[in-house]
């Protein structure tokens, strides 16, 4: 299993600002994910970090909204930048353990962030 | 991915057994059934998944059907604590990529 804290759990920020989310696992796992859920919404895949390279962004995100990083196999980083309204969302990292297409996700709290 | 199709809601009484239901019609061959439940103000988690056979855990029961194009996640007696909303979500198992792409899913609502 894996336990995954994000920081912060929430925050309000300014029109125009960026932001980084942190998400911190407990042990070392094979892939982390982003998502991003909008208010009385699904969740929305925004990107899988990779260790040491470039995310692998979905259709509708791009690198310069949402820079991640992923520097080890415990920790990585979601940068919500140049913020508007419209990203006012919860945004949650998940992680798996092991390989193959049977092993489970786990994910943080999430972080919800409202946009002034 | 293949989508799958579930009712927006679903509402049951505690301790009684739930049924929630899930049409995948487009599945394919490699492709794993998943259930995750999200609880309020909490992250998704893991509740079961299967390929062909029914499979049951400490949380769930899947019933897949034999031709794979529908399952059912039961819950076996319903608790206050289960009231949540449940995806039901076909993961690819050809490739190690392993997302998962989330549809709406059934909010189930439990009454005491």
């Known amino acids: 299993s894996a336990v995954i804290s994000q920081k912060p759990s929430r925050d309000i920020c300014q029109r125009g600002t960026s932001l980084t989310i942190q998400c911190q696992v407990d042990s070392q796992v094979t892939m982390m994910f982003w998502y991003r859920q909008q208010p009385g919404q699904s969740l929305t895949l925004i990107a899988t970090a990779n260790q040491g390279s470039e995310a692998t962004y979905e259709s509708g995100f791009v690198i310069d909204k949402f820079p991640i990083s992923r520097p080890n196999l415990t920790f990585s980083t979601l940068t919500v930048s140049n913020m508007s309204p419209e990203d006012s969302s919860i945004y949650l990292c998940?992680?798996?353990?092991?390989?193959?297409?049977?092993?489970?996700?786990?994910f943080g709290e999430g972080s919800r962030l409202t946009v002034l | 991915d293949a989508k799958t199709t579930q009712p927006n809601s679903m509402e049951s009484n505690e301790e009684e057994p739930v049924h929630l239901p899930c049409n995948h019609s487009t599945i394919s061959g490699t492709d794993y059934i998943h259930w995750y439940r999200q609880l309020p103000s909490q992250g998704p988690e893991y509740v079961i998944h299967?390929?062909?056979s029914n499979v049951n855990n400490r949380m769930a029961s899947l019933a897949i059907a034999e031709d794979r194009k529908s399952s059912t996640l039961i819950l076996h007696r319903a608790t206050l604590r289960d009231a949540a909303v449940y995806y039901c979500i076909l993961r690819d198992g050809g490739t190690s990529y392993g997302k998962l792409t989330f549809g709406q899913g059934t909010i189930l609502t439990v009454h005491p």
């Open positions: 998940s992680a798996r353990t092991g390989t193959g297409s049977t092993g489970e996700l786990f």
């Open positions: 299967g390929l062909t």
